[in-house]
């Protein structure tokens, strides 16, 4: 394997009659990894997943697995799966047959069908005597699991999720996600993860690769996607952030020392909210913005205020919840941060 | 209170199970009571003779039970066989043509079954329609295509059509397009998809299908007196004659409970096999 990714796209597109879902696509994907593919609905990811199995034929580009291109193979015929946002369970097998049921299509005889069967409740986490169980007697987890198990029992070599975990409740969810984290690292395969759920992709994946309007905007591990931006797309997917746009000038922000280099590339500066921080009177900052406080939100430990600038624009910052008597609502001040908190996204 | 409802529900049942005792089950008592009534004797107070049932036997009345039977399972499976592609297609990959297919098929019940069989017999008739053309254009004929069983059967399919089409594209319509693409995903080929899941999946529609053809097609008469001509006497035709010629009505019972025996059994069967639960749409 080595170098040779487990999966690779080469300028992969889709069209619909007049409308282009997927423009030319690049991705690789590496052996063993967990990659989570991000979007707003419409953004043609479920396109792009239906692609990679094999449900839906590519208008133009490849698909290479380990270096061997698959993208004129039937899904029926290609070493990979996956796992439906219905989970789409046959509702008149009990769990076992439907765990079964990729074995049973190769013939595998019935006594190592059963074995591998329960081996995989074990893995699971489903007790033995769920084998016999009817598909309509589990509850949704249950469901997921018995999805999961069946899908391992193919073997395959990549595992595809078209957000399966959507339907459930937040609760379920979180617990799911944790065990499907475990579930990848105890197997070692390749996940590949469909989702519109930013945060269900940090928990759970190695790299995300973000999706907009049938591109990839941006792919790399989460951190770097959260510290370093690429659009601001991507920046405000991301979470809470404040953008300002420096090609015109730096507007409502005064930079000093460090926080001049900015001024001179044109670009959006990003400031996450957390990254501000209320200046004394006398103190000075790199970057520093007088504002005037319109609201303010518990969050817990922290306290989140919606600021208006002197240009009317409106900005987020994040304070810890030190002292009982931070800035209320009406209050004028002056915020600041350090040009190394900040990040100049230079498309703008 | 639930016992409350439920008094109330076998409350409003009642009527309908008056209604249905007396236009479904009398009949078939009545007929019961003049199987075993001695012959020639228009009474029905009298001890059970059971001469006529002997008389289906000895007189060899069993073999147009068989026949009967042999061509609706004949017309039943071939109905099944020509139904599956075009019912999945209404189901699943006509749109708007499948309504077009729907008034197109169900026009045709609006003319008498006799009507459409006398159109079949002038086409298929010696000087008819197709023997005739060929006689025309080749100058040499033949004896025609009807009185034989082959053509029987053609016609309980082309009479039948409609009842075996819409269940099964009912059955059809059941069975989830993810299930048959995760199969697919999973390794299954076109024949194991249809094996493995859209066959038991859409058994309610096929069982409601087969059974309502097997059993019109067992008690049909037209088809064999019109198209087959003298070539087989299916057994509604020798009930016919029993209770009219013959003036037979102990035989002609009999015949009609041994019919009605056979037929019921295969239906009550595979009643209890369909899921018609879910077939309206209460499950899943």
Known sequence: MGDIPILQLNGLTKSFDDFTALHPMDLKVRDGEFLAIVGPSGCGKTTLIRLLVGMEDPSGGSIWLRGERIDEIPANKRPTCMVFQSLALFPHRSVGQNIEFPLKLRKTPPAARKERALELLALLRLPEEYYHKRIDQCSGGERQRVALARALAFDPEILFFDEPLSALDYRLRKTLEKELRDLHQRTGKTFVYITHSLEEAMVMSDRIAIMRAGRFEQIAPAAEIYARPTSSFVAEFMGEVNLFDLRDGSGDLLLTGAGNEFATRPGTLMIRPESLRILGPDENAEISMSAQVSAEYMLGSRMQYALSLPSGKAITAELLRENADGPKPGDSLRLGCAASACHLIPEG | ?284
């Open chain 2, 1 to 284: 209170m639930k016992g409350r409802e439920h008094r109330l529900g076998m409350l409003y049942a009642l009527p309908v199970a008056g209604f249905l005792a007396l236009s479904f089950l009398a009949p078939i008592l009545l007929v019961a009571a003049f199987s075993i009534m001695p012959q020639k004797v228009f009474t029905i107070f009298h001890m059970p003779d059971f001469s006529a049932y002997g008389e289906f036997l000895a007189q060899g009345y069993w073999r147009s039970v068989a026949w009967s039977l042999a061509m609706a399972f004949a017309a039943t499976a071939i109905l099944f066989v020509i139904c599956w592609p075009l019912a999945f297609a209404m189901a699943k990959v006509f749109r708007g043509f499948t309504l077009v297919l729907t008034i197109g098929v169900v026009m045709t019940l609006f003319v008498s079954e006799n009507i459409r069989l006398f159109g079949w017999v002038l086409t298929l008739m010696k000087g008819g329609l197709i023997e005739g053309h060929i006689r025309h254009w080749t100058g040499t004929g033949f004896d025609g295509l009807l009185y034989n069983v082959p053509v029987i059967v053609f016609g309980l399919v082309y009479v039948y059509l409609p009842f075996m089409l819409f269940p099964l594209a009912q059955g059809i319509a059941m069975v989830p397009d993810d299930a048959r693409q995760a199969a697919f995903d999973l390794g299954a080929s076109r024949w194991q998809i249809l094996r493995e899941i859209e066959l038991p999946l859409a058994a309610p529609g096929i069982m409601v299908g087969c059974l309502l053809c097997f059993v019109l097609s067992a008690g049909a008469i037209a088809e064999s007196k019109l198209l087959g001509g003298q070539a087989v006497i299916v057994i509604a035709d020798e009930v016919e004659t029993a209770f009219t010629y013959g003036q037979n009505w102990p035989l002609g019972a009999a015949l009609a409970m041994v019919l009605i025996a056979i037929v019921g059994a295969i239906a009550i069967w595979g009643i209890s096999k369909a899921d018609l639960d879910a077939m309206i749409g209460r499950r899943r």
